[in-house]
């Protein structure tokens, strides 16, 4: 059974940092491009970060460059999304996504970025 759980959101003031976790199994991770999404209160889903099986190309939404890194460790079968630099417009549950025949979601992680 395909399982992402989520880990690592919180309250958080702007400005300051978080990291995100989406520990995989059931499936081999190596093979799989993954990405990141997030959803904000009354807003489409949107894609955050994206990252190739072996972890060599990434790509990220404008809104995001240069302040979300997106990374993984194989040999731990787990997605990383570093954010920094946080604004309150960040404010989302946050998913990681396993594209593929079958598409799998995790359950979420919420972050928010409030004074």
């Known amino acids: 059974e395909v399982q992402l759980v989520e880990s690592g959101g919180g309250l958080v003031q702007p400005g300051r940092s978080l990291r995100l976790s989406c520990a995989a199994s059931?499936?081999?991770?190596?093979?799989?491009?993954m990405t990141w999404y997030r959803q904000a209160p009354g807003r489409e889903r949107e894609l955050v970060a994206s990252?190739?099986?072996?972890?060599?190309?990434?790509g990220y939404a404008d809104s995001v460059k240069g302040r979300f890194t997106i990374s993984r460790d194989n040999a731990k079968n787990t997605l990383y999304l570093q954010m920094n630099n946080l604004k309150p417009e960040d404010t989302a549950v946050y998913y990681c996504?396993?594209?593929?025949?079958?598409?799998?979601w995790g359950q979420g992680t919420q972050v928010t970025v409030s004074s």
């Open positions: 059931g499936f081999t991770f190596s093979s799989y491009s």
């Open positions: 990252i190739s099986s072996g972890g060599g190309s990434t």
């Open positions: 996504r396993r594209p593929g025949l079958t598409i799998y």
